[in-house]
């Protein structure tokens, strides 16, 4: 039996009308639905706020105010409205909020929403709806969001009258940065934004069952720091948890309390200083090699606020084969989903640090410290000898155009300490996940677990938006993009230029899907179908072919544009673009089209089976099964 969507299921209700449904709450200021939700965000004290309007969202637009206490800042489509709501909530630690119309507007906002829902990050999506007694007819822009999204959101709302709304977004704010924080969807019906109401605040909310767990019951703290006693080849897995919990001194003080060397997940890059001793950077897939050995072959893994992704673990029955697990997350529902821990705990990462910390001091107090130094003797000697590095012959471009690692590198090198890093998906991704020089916490963003191409732009304008609001414009926003990727919302040039927001710009431009054409190189036997984007592409003669040229479209939309083919063009272009604040820069680097991400897990097999490069497998053992190797 197939089950109706919540939208299909309201359709079949009888509905009252709305011009004869009695009012009952009669206490607080007479208003319409649209006004209330307008003084329901300012009294949660929401200071920007993203979106598009339409139609079916129109009283709430007709309720922006000049006088309204947050700033809307119109962006040129919904899924980009979302993705920049992203960046504003990871650049403040606040809920970002996006106001979009029904139909397509909402369903624009899927991908986002999705987003989101793997990266944990803070949402209210607001969604305009057709009236209540046009839902079901296929209205025009009917749209059924709340079934639509109802796999990828936290929690969603339908809301047909307007004595919820002040109710509604309370709950919504609530919900979306509590526990592990996500998207919740607040679809408004028309009738609901036009009708009348009585407003009140603050709320009280209404969310039986709804309890997040923070602190750690039972005995799972004492039986975790017994394991940390027990082990000799202790590792911290950290993921994208912690950085939500801003756990960045617990998780410093953990590793040196203990010794345990610190590797990250794409998500928690920067959580601690790429300087501190302890860090081994990024496992799994595109990963260091001695942090991904140090996984490999550890007595002892510490997940701390990460799910186990596949791009992590690759091959699972392979991955960390001889260790025992803790286990600490927010969300239970993560517990024993991919991985069964050995001590599962649940709640809030900072908390159960906190909670841990002493409890380890006292039990290393009363029988002393395990010895790991044999432990980082073998991880510093794979550190050392397979750094990562970009010097080899194989990295070296053969057509006379730059190397985008060392792009990348320069950009960090040049770069302002407090730099918020924002990056797009693809190999550009992965380069400046491994180059750039993290040294603070909360300067990277980027999409993860749904690696969502387009993303960056948008992303970046609300990072840009939330520096000037929480930082008074002192942490610049870099984007780095692909040419690729950058095309899929360029569209937001427009925003950033006439909202403020100066990002700077470093478009990786190799004229391909680089990610794609790199999987088609080693796994498809060089068949490169559908990757050529020719945009910056040589012809005959050393002219280039230029669909779009980039600085002219910088041009048009207010920006600066400039365009380096030479190292010494690079530099010059990176300097000029750190002088420049007062709007965007552009950059378009022509690089080199072959350059690959090393090293590289395979997609499914054992992360044992890295390569450091072509014919290099560092951490293979012949005759030695690779789900067993110690």
Excluded at 574 to 584: H, L, Q, S, Y
């Amino acid at each position: 039996m197939v089950l109706p969507t919540p939208l299909q299921a309201f359709s079949g209700m009888p509905k009252a009308s709305a011009t004869t449904e009695k009012q009952t709450i009669v206490d607080g200021e007479k208003m319409t639905g649209a006004e209330a939700l307008v003084r329901s965000l300012e009294d949660l004290d929401v200071k920007d706020v993203f979106g598009v309007p339409g139609g079916a969202i129109l009283p709430v637009y007709d309720s922006i105010k000049d006088d309204t206490k947050f700033r809307f800042v119109l962006m040129r489509h919904e899924q980009a409205a979302g993705h920049a709501a992203e960046g504003y909530a990871l650049t403040t630690g606040q809920v970002g909020v996006c106001i979009v119309t029904s139909g397509p507007g909402a369903t624009n906002m899927i991908t986002p929403i999705a987003d989101a829902n793997m990266d944990s990050v803070p949402l209210v999506v607001i969604t305009g709806q057709v009236g209540v007694n046009a839902i079901g007819t296929d209205a025009f822009q009917e749209a059924d969001i709340v079934g639509a999204t109802y796999p990828v959101v936290k929690h969603s709302y339908l809301v047909t009258r307007a004595q919820d709304i002040p109710r509604v977004l309370a709950e919504a704010h609530y919900i979306a940065r509590s526990g592990r924080p996500g998207p919740v969807v607040v679809d408004l019906t028309k009738t609901a934004q036009t009708g009348e109401m009585y407003y009140s605040w603050p709320q009280r909310m209404i969310l039986p069952g709804y309890n997040p767990t923070t602190k750690a019951h039972g005995r799972v703290i004492s039986d975790a720091a017994k394991l940390f006693a027990q082990s000799y080849r202790p590792v911290l897995y950290v993921g994208g948890g912690a950085v939500r919990s801003n756990a960045s001194a617990e998780v410093a003080e953990l590793a040196e309390v203990t010794g345990a060397p610190i590797v990250t997940t794409l998500p928690a890059r920067g959580i601690v200083p790429n300087s501190n001793p302890k860090a081994l950077g990024m496992l799994g897939m595109h990963g260091t090699v001695a942090a991904t050995a140090a996984a490999q072959r550890c007595d002892l893994l510490v997940a701390i606020g990460a799910r186990f992704d596949d791009r992590v673990t690759g091959k699972l029955d392979a991955f960390a084969p001889g260790a025992r697990v803790i286990h600490i997350d927010i969300d239970p529902a993560e517990i024993g989903k991919n991985r069964a821990p050995d001590v599962p705990i649940v709640g809030d990462v900072s908390t159960v640090l906190n909670d841990l910390i002493p409890e380890i001091k006292r039990s290393q107090a009363i029988g002393g410290k395990p010895n790991l130094k044999p432990w980082w003797d073998e991880l510093n000697r794979l550190r050392e000898e397979y750094a990562i590095d970009y010097d080899q012959p194989c990295d070296k471009p053969t057509d006379g155009s730059l190397a985008p690692q060392w792009v990348i590198k320069q950009l960090s090198d040049h770069a302002d300490p407090s730099t918020i890093w924002v990056s797009d998906v693809g190999q550009h991704q992965m380069w400046s996940a491994q180059l750039i020089d993290f040294e603070k916490p909360h300067s990277w963003i980027s999409s993860g677990g749904l690696g969502t191409m387009g993303f960056g732009l948008p992303a970046a304008i609300g990072a840009s938006v939330g520096s000037q609001r929480d930082f008074k414009g002192r942490k610049p926003v870099w984007l780095i993009a692909g040419d690729g990727s950058f095309q899929m919302t360029s569209e937001e040039l427009t925003t950033a230029f006439l909202d403020h927001a100066p990002v700077k710009i470093a478009i990786i431009n190799n004229s391909v899907y680089g990610m794609v054409r790199q999987w088609q190189t080693l796994f498809f036997e060089q068949h490169y179908s559908q990757t050529n984007l020719a945009d910056g592409d040589s012809k005959e003669g050393g002219e280039f072919f230029d669909v779009p040229d980039f600085v002219k479209l910088a041009e048009a939309y207010g920006c600066v544009g400039l365009r380096a083919f030479t190292e010494d063009e690079a530099i010059d272009a990176i300097n000029k673009a750190n002088e420049i604040n007062d709007r965007p820069v552009l950059i378009d680097f022509r690089v080199w089209k072959d350059a690959m991400v090393w090293p590289m897990v395979a997609a499914g097999a054992s992360n044992n089976e890295v390569a450091y490069r072509p014919g290099t497998q560092p951490l293979l053992h012949k005759g030695v099964d690779d789900g067993d190797q110690a």
